[in-house]
């Protein structure tokens, strides 16, 4: 919520956003591209904040936003300086990407183009409203990433636990930015921050889909990437899936950029946007092993005649890995000295799914990806016949696209399918695969003179654009939570939009803040309730009692509607109860 109390840290949200403009002018150079300096703009400003942070929390300095915030303009200031002093330079080698050809000129200004744009600007506006109305409720930002962040703002470091406090911390570091600016946690614009690095995997698939094939395609690729309602619904939940998989497809597209136009900038920017992918999730390690492969493949296919660009050198190699090393090895470094290991044993690969229904899911599960998953399987299916009609040499494109995006696919059908978000990660990848099999398809029918006559008539792109509408529609509605209640009271307060998402918890959370004690030990059976109630009662533990030795360990008990007391526990009263929760204070 929007307040005069509250705007000190939504103007940290927006500044956490934005404050790394200049770093993404010098990245691009001469090349002007509002869509991808936008894009590149969140991620280095997120990034390069997040870093701070994180060097300020290994050192165990306490946490002043004050000193954060003295580092970042410092940052900001250099980037300034050094952008008035850079003059544009073009690209030392290598050929620029050909001009679009008139028909994918023309299509940009078709109703279908305009179709597309308006449901890619309709579901960001939806999902970032989304984001700045309705506070925390999904699982894992909850017990794992809110609670960080809450850490950070009160110690200024990480707990140290293990295993889930391993986890990268870019995003709970985020969150933790307006918690600090504004004195007090803010849900709101804590879930917005996140929410717009998450969304910028739309305009990082148009960007790479463009490079690639031109702007029909990219446009196609951001509309594959928008359009399936598993995006619009995990985009505003606080979880690392797609703010990861913003950083993956940015640092695909300037492994792309650095292998055409040889800009020493694209390769420091191809590593370090990995890096950050890294620091977003563990998932995103693969990635280093993406990077290493594309520098090989670009001196295989050096002398072949699919090649478009030039090899990368020994500079670009060496630039790529140190991009990495800053942005991800102080933390994996971190990682392996306090909790023993670069990655917590924390998947539950027991649980997944080897069939070949689960390696193809997305195309299978309409529900989740719409047409678009049909589509991007069927764009990587296109991909692998390139590469095998050009093996030996292999297609620029296919082996970038099939290199990022493949190894991940793998390995989470192997050991993760048990979860389709996982794929949100390289789903940016498959969407631009997608695109650029639409793409081609129509450039085929369009030099095809017997099937001209069926994509010439205007009648039929204002078909196309009603059917890009439609296909839209399921991803408009998931942008949106509980639409019932929002229409009901529109203008409700903090309260009430708690009560909306926690329901009868959150009135058990304001007796337990107004009746019992800051230093009372409290267990609760139900994690919703850690993050709210470790704000006051820092003595909060989520678990199940079942000996009664273990009662005398805590002051007060909350149990869930389907909790039934043990045997020894049956004479006990609450203390208070609502909509089947029982709050039990304990001798």
């Excluded at 929410?195 to 990082?204: C, D, F, I, K």
């Excluded at 598993?230 to 492994?255: C, E, N, R």
């Excluded at 292999?394 to 996982?422: E, K, N």
Aim: charge should be neutral; charged fraction near 15%.
């Amino acid at each position: 919520m929007l307040t005069l109390e509250t705007l000190p840290a939504w103007v940290a949200a927006l500044y956490s956003l934005l404050h790394a403009y200049p770093w993404a002018r010098l990245g691009l150079g001469e090349r002007r591209d509002p869509v991808l300096a936008a894009v590149l703009t969140v991620a280095l400003s997120a990034g390069s904040l997040g870093l701070i942070m994180l060097a300020l929390a290994i050192v165990q300095t306490p946490p002043w936003f004050g000193l954060i915030l003295v580092l970042s303009l410092a940052f900001d200031a250099a980037g300034w300086l050094l952008l008035r002093r850079t003059s544009p330079r073009p690209s030392p080698r290598g050929p620029h990407p050909p001009a679009p050809s008139p028909h994918m000129e023309r299509g940009r200004h078709s109703p279908a183009a305009l179709a597309a744009i308006a449901a890619c600007a309709a579901i960001i506006g939806l999902t970032l409203f989304n984001a700045g109305y309705w506070p925390f409720y999904e699982d894992d930002t909850m017990t794992l990433y809110g609670p960080t962040a809450l850490r950070y703002v009160e110690t200024g470091r990480f707990s140290g636990g293990g295993l889930y406090d391993a986890y990268p911390p870019l995003v709970p570091l985020l969150m933790a930015v307006p918690h600090m600016a504004g004195g007090a946690p803010n849900e709101y614009a804590a879930r917005f921050v996140v929410a717009a690095l998450a969304l910028g995997t739309l305009g990082a698939a148009y960007a790479l889909g463009r490079e690639i094939a031109g702007p029909r395609a990219g446009l196609a690729a951001a509309f594959l990437t928008a359009s399936v309602p598993i995006v619009s619904h995990w985009a505003a939940s606080g979880y690392t899936d797609l703010p990861a998989g913003t950083y993956a497809t940015l640092a695909a597209l300037f492994a792309w950029r650095a292998y055409r136009h040889a800009r020493p900038a694209d390769a420091l920017l191809a590593g370090l946007l990995a890096g950050l992918a890294a620091l977003t999730k563990n998932g995103a390690l693969l990635l280093a092993g993406s990077l290493l492969g594309w520098v090989i493949y670009t001196y295989w296919a050096a002398r072949g005649k699919t090649a478009c660009g030039e090899p990368l050198r020994a500079r670009d190699a060496l630039l790529i890995a140190g991009g990495w090393l800053l942005a991800a090895g102080l933390w994996y470094a971190h990682s392996l000295a306090a909790y023993g290991y670069l990655v917590p044993p924390t998947g539950w690969i027991d649980q997944a799914d080897h069939s070949l229904r689960a390696l193809f899911g997305p195309a299978l599960t309409p529900s989740h990806f719409m047409i678009g998953g049909l589509l991007g399987f069927l764009g990587l299916a296109a991909q692998l016949w390139r590469l095998w009609r050009t093996r030996w040499r292999f297609d620029p494109a296919a082996a970038l696209l099939v290199g990022f995006g493949v190894p991940f696919w793998l390995v989470w059908w192997w050991g993760f399918s048990y979860d389709l978000r996982f794929l949100l990660l390289i789903w940016p990848l498959f969407a631009v695969m997608g695109g650029l099999l639409v793409d081609r398809s129509l450039i085929w029918l369009e030099k095809n003179k017997g099937l001209k006559p069926l994509v010439g008539m205007r009648w039929r792109s204002w078909l196309l654009a009603g059917a890009l509408i439609a296909l839209s529609l399921p991803a408009l509605w998931m942008s949106v939570d509980n639409k019932d209640d929002l229409l009901r009271a529109p203008l409700m307060d903090d309260s009430a939009r708690h009560r909306v998402q926690l329901g009868a918890r959150w009135d058990v959370i304001g007796w337990v803040r107004d009746n019992l004690p800051a230093e009372a030990a409290i267990v609760a059976d139900d994690y919703r309730f850690v993050y709210h109630l470790m704000q006051d009662h820092p003595g909060i533990a989520h678990a199940a009692l079942h000996a009664e030795a273990d009662v005398h360990a805590f002051d007060a008990w909350i149990v869930g509607p389907e909790t039934t007391l043990p045997a020894w526990a049956a004479g006990l009263e609450p203390a208070f109860e609502a909509g089947g929760y029982r709050v039990y204070v304990l001798d």
